[in-house]
């Protein structure tokens, strides 16, 4: 069993940045990867951005490529998402999940609201 705990979102006006946390504990961190999803409202949840066990590898979704950035603390047992030149079309509340079996996310935290307004 795994517990995920995010933080870190909030308003902030476009152009701006925020830094999402994602808290991890019940199992070993370092021997699974993480992603993030968000979910905007009326649309379906889409994926941000994932990170290997080790942090070697990340994927980013082409909506936030070069905006967003993903990284890991296997030390603190956390995943961050850093999101700079946000835009409106970023709000959404923003979910981390973890991979366990390399077969899609096993486990979901219940989400964060990040608002950007114009």
């Known amino acids: 069993q795994v517990q995920l705990v995010e933080s870190g979102g909030g308003l902030v006006q476009a152009g701006g940045s925020l830094r999402l946390s994602c808290a991890a504990s019940?199992?070993?961190?370092?021997?699974?990867?993480m992603g993030w999803f968000r979910q905007a409202p009326g649309k379906e949840r889409e994926f941000v951005a994932a990170?290997?066990?080790?942090?070697?590898?990340?994927y980013y979704a082409d909506s936030v490529k070069g905006r967003f950035t993903i990284s890991r603390d296997n030390a603190k047992n956390t995943v961050y998402l850093q999101m700079n030149s946000l835009k409106p079309e970023d709000t959404a509340v923003y979910y981390c999940?973890?991979?366990?079996?390399?077969?899609?996310?096993?486990?979901w935290g219940k989400g964060t609201l990040v608002t950007v307004s114009s």
């Open positions: 990170i290997s066990w080790s942090g070697g590898s990340t």
């Open positions: 999940a973890a991979d366990l079996t390399g077969a899609g996310m096993d486990y």
């Open positions: 019940g199992r070993t961190f370092s021997s699974y990867a």
